[in-house]
């Protein structure tokens, strides 16, 4: 009887993976056939609604299909930097868009450089004589960033602008540590490579503070060039530095004293803010109070496809983290991002590369692996150009060397030429509970790295000599490509990251621009006419399924305490230590489980969305072993 039972459960196991594939393959067909026609034609006229309901980044992650059909994921939408910039720029020139509307309410953000970006594609809009609206309950920097691009900024009368400017506070290990009796033992070279510091000590180093306050520093310099040049009016030093005195002569009225300092033109809610946008792209053809005719981001950006015509330029893009192996998208996986390269370059249909950097580094073996096939494109003779995003540090600077001409921006976090190792043992901790390991050996390296009764003297010395060797090799590498000396590249690097403005000149980045002047240059460098050739996006297509899930999650966009917090600048405030502590775990979680040798800045800030606080609790949990 046991046997037919299992055999039973047996045959209702198969049943139920044949009914589950079943009903994957019916909406696989659904979804094929729904998708199976031409990109849609746009046929009404209105505004363009750009409902940055998420954040912007340059590779968007893969959806998991467990995660969002559970509910388990973030819920944080992420929007293609290149996508958002190709609708505005057709806005610009299609007579079927009267306007642009930036709606704010929910922006999560982005790096600072990929926001300039989308704010010269605003620019390039009112050029054309069309208006741009922005409208949001609250904005913070990256938010009104955007906004102060546009030609009217709308305020909610309840909100405020609140802006922090960058910097903030970092979560340091080592109390918690000692307290747990676990020994993070450090193997790092840089002067400046401050990623390890949590774990080291309680508080910054004074060279890790003058570097990470020079960062900072050059960023909100950076930042109030960009809202000075876009909204001249904008008294944003005042602002910043006197909304208490001004708040009080205003009982409060944080949005009348951002009117006031010019920081927006108009305030009004969302009916309010309707009807004037109708005055100029027509009223909503269903007569609901505060309509206007629109046209949703997702369907523009369907009906303008990317260029395909004239020679292909190849861009390779590696975002995120580095990691060794495969990976999906949003994160870049050594071998995932190898393969791409080099199946591409099989097909010999790519004139010139573009390496599309925008990563904080991470693994030295996936970084390497990734230098290695784009040093396979440069021995086909391929020019190398690499185009840096928001961050291009450590193992991102690493990919960056074989490029014949490296662009950035002013803002770009770039630098971070350091290397580091972490490997926590626990022979204190079993210690506290009253536990003890022994065992035996034949060589010196035997059972190494030993956890559990601390690494040997021989196991130290050997990563030491390894982090060091890689270091010299990096700045090696650095010296080669940049034509610096390696005591020039050694007093540079040392793990001190770089605002881009300062990498120019130092020599670190060659030129400014973004990814269409990198095109150009790639372009030109292979004696080929820059207008007469096209991008070609080097990336894995996503399957139906996660391509379904992203149909899915776009409908289903956050609503509920999310949506009233993204809403509430106050609320926003609240909850930002929230945020900084779950990235703050993450990273350690970061360090402690990647790579023993690893090339990553963790003081680069980033684009990430916030992780939730309950995954960021069982990443805490799990770092320290009580999970």
Not at 102 to 115: H, K, N, T, V, Y
Not at 140 to 164: F, K, N, T
Not at 345 to 353: D, G, M, P, S, T
């Amino acid at each position: 009887m046991r046997i037919l039972r299992g055999f039973w459960k047996l045959l209702v196991g198969i049943k139920d993976a044949l009914v589950l594939l079943m009903m994957l393959l019916f909406f696989g067909l659904i979804y094929a056939a729904l998708s199976a026609k031409p990109n849609p034609a746009v046929t009404t006229t209105g505004a363009l609604l750009v409902d940055l309901n998420g954040a912007i980044v340059e590779q968007p992650s893969s959806i998991d299909p467990v995660a969002s059909l559970t509910g388990s994921s973030s819920g944080t939408r992420e929007f293609r930097l290149r996508d958002v910039v190709r609708a505005l720029d057709a806005a610009a020139s299609d007579d079927k868009a009267k306007a642009v509307v930036l709606d704010l309410d929910r922006f999560s953000g982005g790096g600072q450089s990929a926001i300039t970006t989308v704010g010269e594609a605003i620019d390039k809009v009112r050029r054309a004589g069309k208006p741009v609206l922005a409208y949001a309950t609250g904005y913070s920097d990256d938010s009104y960033q955007l906004a102060a691009h546009a030609s009217e900024v709308w305020l909610d009368p309840m909100g405020a602008v609140l802006i922090a400017g960058p910097g903030g506070t970092q979560l340091y290990y080592k109390g918690l540590l000692d307290k747990l009796g676990v020994n993070a033992r450090v193997y790092r070279v840089g002067q400046f490579k401050s990623a390890v510091e949590p774990f080291t000590r309680t508080d910054q180093s004074p060279e890790a503070r003058a570097a990470n306050q020079a960062l900072v520093d050059a960023l909100w310099q950076n930042w109030q060039g960009d809202i000075a040049k876009a909204r001249p009016k904008a008294k944003v030093a005042d602002y910043v530095g006197n909304a208490d005195k001004m708040a009080e002569a205003t009982g409060g009225d944080m949005a009348q004293i951002a009117l006031q300092a010019g920081l927006v033109d108009k305030l009004g809610d969302r009916l309010a803010f309707g009807r004037r946008v109708a005055e100029i792209a027509g009223a909503a053809s269903d007569g609901q109070p505060g309509g206007y005719q629109s046209i949703s981001l997702d369907n523009w950006t369907a009906a303008h496809p990317e260029a395909t015509s004239g020679d292909a330029i190849g861009v390779l893009t590696i975002a995120g983290e580095i990691v060794d192996g495969k990976a999906p998208a949003g994160t870049a996986g050594g071998d995932t991002v190898s393969k791409l390269l080099l199946d591409e370059l099989a097909r010999n249909r790519i004139k010139a590369l573009v390496v599309r950097v925008d990563s904080p580094g991470g693994s030295v073996s996936a970084s390497e692996r990734i230098r290695g096939a784009i040093l396979e494109a440069k021995r086909m003779k391929l020019p190398i150009v690499v185009s840096m995003g928001s961050v291009a540090a450590s193992g991102g600077y690493w990919v960056s060397t074989p490029a014949d001409r490296i662009f950035a921006e002013p803002s770009t976090i770039t630098g971070s030429i350091g290397v580091f190792g972490i490997i926590p043992t626990f022979e204190k901790s079993l210690g506290k509970i009253g536990l003890s390991a022994d065992g035996v050996k034949t060589t010196p390296l035997t059972g190494e790295p030993d956890v559990l009764r601390g690494t040997s003297a021989e196991f130290d010395r050997l990563v030491q000599l390894g982090v060091e060797n890689t270091y010299r090799r990096f700045t090696g590498l650095v010296a080669q490509s940049r034509h610096l000396t390696p005591a020039r590249v050694d007093e540079i690097g040392q793990g001190r990251v770089w605002a881009g403005g300062i990498a120019h000149q130092i020599g670190l980045v060659d030129q400014f621009g973004g990814l269409d002047e990198a095109v150009a240059a790639a372009a030109k460098l292979a004696k080929l006419d820059p207008a007469k050739v096209h991008p070609l996006f080097i990336e894995k297509q996503p399957g139906w399924l996660s391509q379904l899930l992203a149909e899915y999650t776009r409908k289903d966009d956050s609503s509920g305490d999310s949506d009233a917090q993204a809403r509430d600048p106050y609320l926003r405030i609240g909850t930002r230590p929230d945020w900084i502590l779950a990235g703050a775990i993450a990273d350690a979680q970061r360090i402690t489980t990647g790579a023993t040798i690893q090339a990553r800045c963790l003081s680069c800030p980033g684009a990430r969305p916030p992780q939730p606080a309950k995954q960021a609790a069982r990443a805490l949990l799990g770092m320290v072993g009580l999970q």
